[in-house]
């Protein structure tokens, strides 16, 4: 693309005394040239115009009409160690894409990230698209619910305006959409614009938006995309009841828990300087396990409870 060059022909209007005018360096000149949004030159009617634009981006934009350089990404703990240490935490002011099959460990990553950020005081919303959060077992992780904003959703599109009123209002420090169990042909269908509009919308601010599906929508709209699926899934059984009744096996598995894999498909935000092992890059890969939280009785709950254990690292 061609560009004019604004330092030649500046120089020889100079050189031919045609534009400088009495007690008026050659700096001054240059920055009436090359700021176009100086105070010096704007007329009244245009200053009225940009006190007014400021106005309505009061709270939302600290200075609309100044030059931004690359921002430094503010990040916070997921609560699950081997994924902070792998994506150096969810990076505010981004959106960030979890997807991954069912059962992969979504349930898991948004009730850790939800008692990380309710710990730490912060106000957080859950927009759940087929109403299947369920907050007493969130509860129990450690999920502060007089923190948390539930709106419980009937479909995805019902799902999508209640986080564009989250956004719009402000004050959060975690909306979570969650479209986990909504089909995938459905969240398919929802236009990539929506996506580009919520990231500008959170764009300097200190929100964090966190979207979960099946598949991967978002595309380049999200600053941090992870995968997860299922590596291995652990059962136990009892063995005095096998014995007891003459059988070679327990008739009946309980489950303990199960091993998911994460990948970082992409992070464009991740901080330079974050305390990350040397060498890894894009495309890395870490292992978590999620046990099963029982009662003192031996009985299940309600609902199966995940809880984080450990993990490890690895790299593909």
């Known amino acids: 693309m061609w560009r004019p060059d604004f330092q030649g022909l500046l120089d020889k209007l100079l050189s031919r005394n045609l534009i400088l005018p009495p007690r008026r360096t050659k700096s001054e000149i240059q920055s009436l040239l090359f700021a176009p949004f100086a105070l010096r030159a704007m007329t009244p009617k245009a200053a009225s115009l940009r006190f007014h634009v400021e106005s309505l981006l009061a709270g939302r934009y600290s200075s609309p009409f100044q030059y931004h350089d690359r921002r430094i990404v503010e990040t916070v703990p997921a609560g699950i160690p081997p994924i902070d240490d792998l994506t150096g935490g969810l990076p505010r002011g981004s959106l960030t894409e979890i997807y991954g099959p069912p059962c992969s460990g979504k349930t898991t990553f948004l009730t850790s990230t939800l008692a990380s950020r309710t710990a730490a005081s912060e106000v957080c919303a859950l927009v759940d698209a087929r109403d299947a959060f369920d907050p007493r077992s969130a509860e129990i992780v450690g999920v502060n619910l007089n923190q948390l904003v539930w709106v419980r959703c009937r479909n995805a599109d019902q799902a999508l305006r209640a986080t564009d009123l989250l956004i719009q209002g402000g004050g959060f420090g975690l909306i979570a959409l969650d479209l986990s169990d909504t089909p995938p042909n459905v969240v398919r269908s929802v236009p990539l614009p929506v996506w580009f509009r ?22 380049s709209c999200a600053s941090l995309v992870l995968r997860l699926r299922t590596e291995e899934t652990h059962w136990s059984q009892t063995a005095e009841f096998a014995e007891g009744a003459g059988l070679p096996h327990s008739p009946g598995l309980l489950l303990d828990g199960w091993k998911s894999h994460a990948e970082m498909i992409r992070s464009s935000a991740r901080p330079r300087g974050s305390p990350l092992v040397s ?10 396990e999620t046990q099963m939280i029982w009662s003192d009785s031996g009985a299940i709950r309600e609902r199966l409870v995940p809880a984080i254990s450990k993990g490890a690292r690895e790299k593909r």
């Open 198 to 219: 919520f990231r500008r919308a959170v764009e300097y601010t200190p929100t964090i938006l966190l979207l979960l599906d099946q598949e991967s929508n978002a595309k």
């Open 279 to 288: 060498g890894f890059s894009d495309g890395d890969a870490v292992n978590f």
